[in-house]
């Protein structure tokens, strides 16, 4: 079954450091995510994605965040100076046509 | 924004129980996702069911879109279960979903 893969699937950081988190969406989907859980808390959208740019970004996505689609699979989140709060699960996610999300297992952030 | 409300919070539950799960949202949607997020922090997809009734195994959901509200039942709870269980909504879709997610459900099935 086509599933969404994400790496790393947990990544240490220091404060400042710039982090690329990674995904490859199920194939022949169009859209893609990136979602947020900060530890205890719920999942919060971050930025959909569709046809080589932005479709909609949320407050928390801010300066700092960018996504790329630098090839035919991959899709990836870029935070250029991490902070002690960017710590969080990080789940990338993608939908075709029928607007039904499949999620990946995730990327565990620590910023120590 | 779309508000999502989940109850109950908590729920602890023998195996073999029965459990039914509860989300209410302040709008139309045109699209209602239930997920599991396992211990491990994976979340699964369980039912995608912006309106009517499904069911796989031992799980169904029920969403009545007009009254705004979608339920989830667990039968005969095993461990396994055991868990947070979101409900996502989408009021429009556009070019591309935007889910809102609920606070979610913490579920511990004991033996």
């Known amino acids: 079954e086509p599933e969404v893969t994400q790496t790393p699937s947990h990544q240490v950081t220091q404060m400042g450091q710039e982090v690329i988190l990674r995904c490859v969406p199920i194939?022949?989907?169009?859209?893609f995510y990136w979602y947020r859980q900060i530890l205890g808390q719920k999942v919060e959208f971050l930025v959909s994605f569709y046809n080589n740019e932005i479709s909609e970004k949320s407050e928390i996505f801010d300066d700092q965040f960018s996504v790329e689609r630098p090839d035919g699979s991959n899709f990836t989140l870029k935070i250029r100076s991490t902070k002690l709060e960017d710590s969080a699960m990080y789940f990338c996610?993608?939908?075709?046509?029928?607007?039904?999300?499949?999620f990946g297992e995730g990327s565990r952030l620590t910023v120590l | 924004g779309i508000q999502v409300e989940q109850s109950p919070p908590d729920l602890i539950l023998q195996e073999g129980a029965n459990s039914t799960l509860r989300c209410n949202f302040s709008?139309?949607?045109?699209?209602l996702q239930w997920f599991h997020q396992n211990p491990w922090g994976q979340l699964i997809n369980l039912f995608y069911i912006p309106s009517g009734t499904k069911q796989n195994g031992r799980l169904s959901a029920t969403t009545v879109a007009t009254e705004r509200y979608s339920l989830l039942y667990i039968s005969s709870s095993q461990t396994t279960d055991s868990g947070v269980y979101f409900c996502a909504v989408e009021r429009w879709a556009g070019t591309a979903s935007k889910l809102t997610f609920g606070t979610g459900t913490r579920l511990q099935v004991t033996l």
């Open positions: 709008d139309s949607v045109n699209n």
């Open positions: 996610a993608s939908s075709g046509i029928t607007g039904e999300l499949f």
């Open positions: 194939s022949n989907h169009l859209y």
